[in-house]
């Protein structure tokens, strides 16, 4: 008998599993369209939510492995839904995170006692919810915004050391006529899985090969340049413009995105 009971909670954990990462696939995809039918990147409702780009990208592909607790993971959904106009804690409370039951002894199922303990025990659940998440949020924050001081700290010394015009010659040019920008930005949407290289000001910024249906952002004082082994699968916004596809499908090509028109 012990043994059948441990082999049935063994499956009702497999199932509410399973249930975690069918929903949050469904979740993430609706949030991510929102998102994107409002025209906001990931590294803007960073700034709006304050939750770091690894989870609210983790939460839009559906990723359980990256995200906490699943009681975490709910908070983390309704900020998200709150940023973007939606009723966060409706559209959050489809997320499933498990219930803890009460087991009450024979003699007291017809006290008042016995009724209105669960109840109280569900508000003080709901409570620490709230406060582990409050928590969470400020502390994953405040490494993000830690991170993104030293990477700009070390992409300015290398503006004074390195001049990118020496370093790489582009296959060909497409050039962003701004005469009065002080820096320049790309925004790269992958429909198909794609291997890429950012150059941000002459340093490598990023490289590898990233999934379908990613969006990314890069900005630089003085030039960005793109690399990719299938253009026909990247689609290239320059300065929040309208996103244009890069190439050919299959192509190799690399694209150079000046800030400033040089004489």
């Known amino acids: 008998m012990k043994w059948l009971n441990k082999k049935n909670k063994h499956e009702f954990v497999n199932s509410l599993d399973q249930q975690r990462r ?5 979740m993430g995809a ?3 369209s929102s998102r994107q039918e409002k025209d906001l990147s990931l590294d803007e409702m960073v700034v709006m939510t304050r939750i770091p780009r690894r989870l609210l990208q983790a939460i839009e592909e ?8 699943p009681v975490y993971i709910q908070g983390l959904i309704r900020q998200f839904a709150d940023a973007l106009g939606l009723n966060g804690a409706e559209f959050a409370g489809d997320f499933p995170i498990g219930t803890n ?3 009450l002894k024979p003699g ?12 109280h025990l569900y508000l003080l659940y709901i409570l620490m919810i709230f406060c582990s998440v409050g928590g969470l949020s400020q502390l994953l924050n405040a490494n993000a915004l830690q991170t993104a001081n030293n990477n700009q700290n070390i992409s300015k010394q290398n503006q004074q050391t390195v001049n990118p015009s020496q370093k790489f010659q582009p296959v060909s040019d497409m050039t962003s006529n701004l005469n009065n920008a ?3 930005q790309i925004g790269l949407t992958l429909t198909e899985k794609s291997w890429i290289q950012v150059l941000v000001d002459g ?3 990023y490289e590898g090969e990233l999934p379908e249906g990613t969006h990314r952002i890069w900005k630089a004082q003085e030039q960005l340049t793109v690399k990719t082994d299938n253009a026909g699968g990247v689609l290239v916004s320059i300065n929040k413009e309208k996103a244009k596809q890069l190439g050919e499908p299959g192509k190799q090509k690399e694209v150079t995105i000046a800030a400033n028109t040089r004489s």
Do not use: D, I, M, Y
């Open 30 to 32: 609706q949030l991510s």
């Open 203 to 205: 340093k490598v910024e």
């Open 22 to 26: 069918e929903k949050l696939v469904a």
């Open 62 to 69: 559906g990723n359980l492995q990256e995200l906490p607790e």
């Open 108 to 119: 007291w199922k017809n006290t008042s006692v016995g009724e209105l303990r669960p109840f």
């Open 101 to 103: 039951r009460v087991s």
């Open 182 to 184: 002080q820096q320049v």
